[in-house]
């Protein structure tokens, strides 16, 4: 049963890096209430997640798609970055 897991788990980490719609990467720094990280490093244990990067662009992915369902703009929508 555990070999069919961790199967499941690497065939999805390979879908999730391969599929990424979010392109380069860029490292950086966030600060978290820490039972979000908590809750984030629960889910990395049950599997849900493969880390606590791969959480969050799921989380912002999924906020993106709902504002951009909700505000009728385009997904492609470039945002002028504030510097």
């Known amino acids: 049963m555990l070999a069919g897991i961790?199967?499941?788990y690497i065939g999805f980490?390979?879908?999730?890096?391969?599929?990424?719609?979010l392109g380069?990467?860029?490292k950086t720094s966030i600060a978290l209430d820490?039972?979000?990280l908590t809750w984030i490093d629960g889910m990395i244990?049950?599997?849900?997640?493969?880390?606590r990067t791969h959480a969050i662009?799921?989380?912002l992915q999924r906020l993106k798609e709902q504002e951009t369902e909700?505000?009728?703009?385009?997904?492609?929508?470039d945002f002028v970055r504030a510097r």
């Open 34 to 36: 820490e039972n979000l």
């Open 57 to 59: 662009e799921y989380a």
């Open 70 to 77: 909700e505000l009728h703009i385009t997904a492609n929508t």
């Open 6 to 8: 961790n199967k499941l």
């Open 24 to 26: 380069r990467k860029v």
């Open 45 to 51: 244990e049950r599997k849900r997640f493969a880390s």
């Open 13 to 21: 980490n390979r879908l999730w890096n391969k599929g990424s719609e």
